[in-house]
């Protein structure tokens, strides 16, 4: 009796977890900055905005010194410790997260 007891309790445990959640993020090239053959990905939802930063600049293949800028739906530039989680909560269309970018100052 036990047994099938704790063998009930994990297997409610085991579903009670959820996998992270991914974010749908939509690269956008604006002015000189190279296009990627690809431009949707799927990125982990507990990852702050530096981190997709970093993923674009490997993806752009950019020296660390090259300028790169990052802007949210053609408006605003999110600071790099912002959660993808609260972007994608507040600013996504259509359930993608456009993100622009630019090697040199787009907007404002």
């Not at 190279?34 to 930063?53: D, Y």
């Not at 600071?79 to 787009?106: H, K, T």
Request: some cysteine; aromatic content about 10%; hydrophobic content about 35%.
């Amino acid at each position: 009796m036990e047994e099938s007891a704790q063998k009930k309790h994990e297997s409610n445990k085991l579903s009670t977890t959820t996998p992270p959640k991914k974010v749908k993020v939509h690269f956008c090239a604006v002015g000189s900055a190279p296009l990627m053959k690809k431009n949707k990905f799927q990125i982990g939802s507990e990852q702050s905005f530096s981190a997709v930063t970093g993923f674009l600049r490997r993806m752009l293949k950019l020296d660390a010194g090259a300028s790169l800028f990052l802007y949210c739906n053609s408006a605003f530039c999110p600071g790099p410790d912002e959660a993808l989680s609260d972007l994608d909560d507040c600013f996504s269309i259509r359930g993608e997260l456009v993100i622009n970018y630019s090697l040199q100052e787009a907007w404002g």
